[in-house]
């Protein structure tokens, strides 16, 4: 059975992460499986949306692998980390959204995976944190940095400095997650809204998201060029016809991504 199970409905792609016996901890196959199920999905014109979540009833992810971290060197490390970014960034510039569903504990590296995600959607259950000090380390796949952006500076160094976990109430309030579900209900809600995005022009979509991720880190009048720029090259595509022609004759659009 794979490390990273992959389902198929239409455009959406369900990435479910396997390994419950551990938690689903990210070790070195966990992250290279999910790295080459991700160049896969980037060189597939026809995904419209991923939808990331863990398996079993216990965890999304908990943690970066520790017994793998135990006796790495510094060199070991780095490329350890350097791994853990990439899948990171390919998540978050991905021509898809990825909606992840957070099932249960989303620590460490699972709160740094699920941080690289456009946005997330957590069971009752879900327990997010950076509890890596407890370890005498610190998040390693860019928790440090995506922490302080998804809820602000003060919050990301509390949660970064105590290592305390949070719930999913919590983690609903402070803007971490979009909507908290009764754990029966999460896949389903994701994959319906992964279903809604489905039907919207991909370009488009592509676009938002590329702008809004990269329009994040640069001053507001060249973030704003950036969306000038984006909203023009779509005038150059089949689907803004299609979608403008479909709003007059009062149809739904059929977007072909072209
Ligand atoms: N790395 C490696 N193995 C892990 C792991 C991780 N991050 N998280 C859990 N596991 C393993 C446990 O070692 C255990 O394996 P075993 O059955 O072979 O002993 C199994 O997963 C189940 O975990 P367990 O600790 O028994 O479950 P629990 O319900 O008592 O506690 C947690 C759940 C999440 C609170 C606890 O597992 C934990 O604190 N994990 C580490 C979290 C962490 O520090 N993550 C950041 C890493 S940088």
């Not at 135990?70 to 959204?97: I, N």
């Not at 022009?201 to 990269?214: F, W």
């Not at 089949?238 to 709003?247: I, L, N, T, V, Y």
């Amino acid at each position: 059975m794979s490390v990273v199970l992959k389902e198929r409905d239409g455009g959406v792609c369900v990435l479910t992460l396997n390994r419950p016996d551990k938690l689903n901890a990210l070790n070195v196959e966990m992250l290279a499986t999910l790295e080459l199920a991700l160049v896969e999905l980037d060189n597939d014109s026809t995904v419209r949306c991923v939808v990331l979540t863990g398996a079993g009833e216990k965890a999304f992810v908990a943690g970066a692998d520790i017994a793998t971290m135990q006796d790495m060197t510094s060199m070991q490390a780095k490329s350890f980390s350097d791994m853990g970014h990439r899948v990171c960034a390919r998540l978050e510039r991905a021509h898809y959204p990825v909606i992840g569903a957070v099932n249960g504990f989303a620590l460490g590296g699972g709160c740094e995976l699920a941080l690289a995600c456009d946005f997330l959607y957590a069971s009752e259950k879900a327990k997010f944190g950076q509890p890596e000090v407890n370890l005498g380390v610190i998040p390693g796949f860019g928790g440090t940095q995506r922490l302080s952006r998804r809820v602000g500076e003060a919050r990301a160094r509390e949660l970064c400095f105590t290592g305390d976990v949070i719930d999913a109430g919590e983690a609903l309030r402070v803007g971490l997650v979009n909507r908290v579900l009764p754990a029966g209900e999460l896949l389903a809600a994701a994959k319906a809204t992964a279903a809604k995005i489905c039907t919207k022009g991909p370009l488009a979509v592509g676009q938002a998201k590329r702008t809004i991720l990269r329009g994040a880190d640069v001053p507001l009048d060249i973030a704003n060029e950036l969306e000038a720029q984006a909203f023009a090259t779509l005038f150059d595509t089949e689907d803004q016809r299609e979608g403008m022609r479909a709003f007059l004759d009062k149809r739904s659009a059929d977007f072909k991504g072209t």
